[in-house]
């Protein structure tokens, strides 16, 4: 479908990326289709794999998680069978917001929120050190939040 994305296609993405709460008959009128159009298209995004979701984005200072920190995790071994664990294991703990694999010095990168650090130390030595196959971890605590989580360049 990516080579059928047209102009209203990408405008209605774009719309929707800034603000998911749109209405049907308001993201009509701005992309200048009809409702019925607009919602065979919306909903063809949808299914098509385009938009994966739409939730509200919360203020994490306002309930008690106003404490960002970044975690470089590197494990005691490379095998598909200790990346797998990891990633098990990582699923379940709800602080962690994001999880990646990535190529360099560590294995994964930890985006976390918490209350504070008194919070981050409690997880970190409770649960977080505990993940199967975590031979290292190194802790970056966010100072400020320059861009975060910023709308997709297309």
């Known amino acids: 479908m990516a080579d059928e994305l047209d102009r209203i296609d990408l405008k209605i993405l ?21 409702a019925a159009t607009c919602h065979r298209r919306t909903q063809r995004l949808f299914d098509a794999g385009y938009v994966t979701g739409v ?11 106003g404490t960002l920190v970044v975690v ?7 095998t598909p069978e200790s990346f797998a664990a990891f990633e098990a294991a990582i699923r379940k703990l709800p602080a962690v917001l994001d999880c990646h694999l990535v190529a360099g010095d560590f294995d994964y990168f930890l985006k976390i929120r918490v209350h504070d650090i008194a919070d981050f130390n409690r997880l970190h030595g409770s649960r977080l050190i505990a993940v199967p196959g975590v031979r290292q971890t190194r802790t970056f605590f966010v100072m400020k939040e320059v861009v975060d989580n910023a709308p997709l360049d297309f």
């Open 72 to 78: 470089g995790v590197v494990l005691d071994r490379s």
């Open 14 to 34: 774009r719309l929707l990326q800034k603000d998911g709460r749109l209405t049907n008959a308001d993201l009509a009128q701005r992309v200048n289709v009809s």
């Open 55 to 65: 939730r509200a984005a919360i203020a994490p200072d306002r309930v008690n998680r």
